[in-house]
T-cell receptor, first 113, second 116 residues
Framework: DQQVKQNSPSLSVQEGRISILNCDYT??????FLWYKKYPAEGPTFLIS?????DKNEDGRFTVFLNKSAKHLSLHIVPSQPGDSAVYFC????????????FGAGTRLFVKA | NAGVMQNPRHLVRRRGQEARLRCSPM?????VYWYRQLPEEGLKFMVY????????ESGMPKERFSAEFPKEGPSILRIQQVVRGDSAAYFC??????????????FGEGSRLTVL
C-alpha cells in the first residue's frame, strides 16, 4: 500500500536550470508534507515542509507546491547546483495514528556542471 | 550538540545469529522512530517509540523483530535469527514533541546490516 509515490526514479538537470521533483499521495488525511535530501552513506536530512492548508512554501532556492485536489506536490529547485545531486524523498505525516511519517521511494537527482 | 547517534555503522551477521542496533536520540528528543531501507528502495516505517512505550509498531515484521526504548539508555532494534532478506540499512530518527505533528525527523547515519 504505497500512500506516497514518487514515480520518477531519477532526474538529470543542467546546472543553473530548474529541477522539478514530483510526488503523489493517496491519503487525504495527511497534515504535513515534507521533502528530505539524502547523500550516499548518510541519513536523510530535512529540507522543506508544507502544511496541508497551504499551497506553497518557499525557502531560498527551494519551493514546495501542494495541489490538494490532485493529491500532488512538487519540489522546485532553482537554480540547480551540482551539490544538489542527491536522492530526494517525499514524505507525509498525519496527526492521527501516532504521527507516523510515510516516505516515497525517492528520486535521484543529478545536476550536471 | 550531538545529532542522532547510531551504532554499529556496519554489522555483519551469519544466518541465524542475532543483530542488535542501537540508537541514541538527539538531546531533548523523546520520540524515536526506526526505518528500514532495502537496496534501491525507499524508507519503510518500522516502529515509533517514546520512553518505555511502543506507540506504533505497524511496520514491524510479526516475528523475529523487536524494539525498545528504555527509561535509561539508547533505543534498541533487535533482530533474532537473521536471514539474508534482513540485509538493509536501518535508520533511526528522533523528534522533540513539538515537531511530532509536522513530521520533521532528525536521522542518524544508519546501521548497515549484512547477512551472509
Amino acid at each position: 500500500d504505497q500512500q506516497v509515490k514518487q514515480n520518477s526514479p531519477s532526474l538529470s538537470v543542467q546546472e543553473g536550470r530548474i529541477s522539478i521533483l514530483n510526488c503523489d499521495y493517496t491519503n487525504s488525511m495527511f497534515d504535513y508534507f515534507l521533502w528530505y535530501k539524502k547523500y550516499p552513506a548518510e541519513g536523510p536530512t530535512f529540507l522543506i515542509s508544507i502544511s496541508s492548508i497551504k499551497d506553497k512554501n518557499e525557502d531560498g532556492r527551494f519551493t514546495v507546491f501542494l495541489n490538494k485536489s490532485a493529491k500532488h506536490l512538487s519540489l522546485h529547485i532553482v537554480p540547480s547546483q551540482p551539490g544538489d545531486s542527491a536522492v530526494y524523498f517525499c514524505a507525509a505525516t498525519s496527526g492521527t495514528g501516532g504521527f507516523k511519517t510515510i516516505f516515497g521511494a525517492g528520486t535521484r537527482l543529478f545536476v550536471k556542471a | 550538540n550531538a545529532g542522532v547517534m547510531q551504532n554499529p555503522r556496519h554489522l555483519v551477521r551469519r544466518r541465524g545469529q542475532e543483530a542488535r542496533l542501537r540508537c541514541s536520540p538527539m538531546k531533548g528528543h523523546s520520540h524515536v522512530y526506526w526505518y528500514r531501507q532495502l537496496p534501491e528502495e525507499g524508507l519503510k516505517f518500522m516502529v515509533y517509540l517514546q520512553k518505555e512505550n511502543i506507540i506504533d509498531e505497524s511496520g514491524m515484521p510479526k516475528e523475529r523483530f523487536s524494539a525498545e526504548f528504555p527509561k535509561e539508555g539508547p533505543s534498541i532494534l533487535r533482530i533474532q535469527q537473521v536471514v539474508r532478506g534482513d540485509s538493509a540499512a536501518y535508520f533511526c530518527a528522533s523528534s522533540p514533541r513539538s515537531s511530532g505533528l509536522t513530521g520533521e525527523l532528525f536521522f542518524g547515519e544508519g546501521s548497515r546490516l549484512t547477512v551472509l
